[in-house]
């Protein structure tokens, strides 16, 4: 169904992936926090005829390396970038779950001749991911750096547990943050065996605290102003009862990708945040379906 892979980048990193599908169109698509290509997996089961599959463990997730720190989202698309163009990819139809789906965005915007279309999953806020500390007085306050961000009790302990290798410990915690009730005992266990292996979890929450592509600041970043520039045909599927992207978050995304005339946004209802594990059925004949559109 699909064959394991490692590629080699110039910048010193060594990628996993995870390749199937015959055809000379190309699907990219880009795993979420927490997470690697494995919860992506039952994408090969409904690659449109025609298109090769490529999901990567990005830097510092399962079986990629993480033999230098990142600090932002563009650095993950930088990496993607030097991906597509040591596998062979000129053309692909993107697509990104969660902290992916910011990075897609990204991708979408430094590699607009690689990307034909996107598909978004869930994606993180264009306004970066909503961490802050409270100031006392009714206000918020900025972490000073992603070690500062160990000063939160709840990201302390996430990494305290994910650093120890607790797998009761973190399965415990993703089972309490997750809304997803479709996932196997079986399937479930393993996601926490490849979670497990992650080594950037603080450079990721960085990362999408400080992303901002909006014209607006946010009190990490005065904002790039980069959302404008994604003109491809877009979609973005949100999910009515998801706890990590909140309604708020999602209509930053909307408002921002308004813009553009190809895009769309449709929102599954009853639906948690692993939106393709949730309701499978409609998710899969939706992705069949814009990949060929």
Known sequence: MYKEKYVDLPNGETLYYVEGGEGDKNILAIHGNYGSSFGMLEFFNHIPEGYKLYIPD???????????????????????????????????????????????????????DITEKLLLIAPTSV??????????????????????????????????????????????????????????????????????????????????????ITDKPSLYSKGTDQAKEIQCKTLLISADTDSFVFPFMTAANVAALSGNPNFKHVQYEHCGHMIYNDQKERFYKDFVEFIKG
């Open 127 to 212: 306004y970066g991911y909503p961490i802050f500390k409270e100031d006392g007085k009714g206000g918020y306050l900025p972490y000073k750096s992603r070690y500062d961000l160990l000063s939160m009790d709840a990201i302390k302990l996430v990494n305290e547990t994910l650093e120890a290798q607790n797998f009761e410990g973190y399965k415990a915690i993703l089972g309490a943050l997750s809304d997803n009730q479709a996932q196997t005992e079986e399937y479930f266990n393993t996601f926490i065996k490849e979670a497990l292996m992650q080594r950037d979890l603080i450079a990721a929450d960085w990362a999408l605290m400080v992303w901002n």
């Open 58 to 112: 990005m830097r510092g997730f399962g079986r990629s390396t993480y033999n230098h720190p990142y600090f932002s989202l563009k650095e993950m698309s930088d990496d993607l970038i030097l991906f597509c163009k040591a596998v062979g990819i000129e053309k692909a139809v993107v697509v990104g779950h969660s902290l992916g789906g910011g990075v897609a965005m990204q991708f979408a915007i430094d590699a607009r």
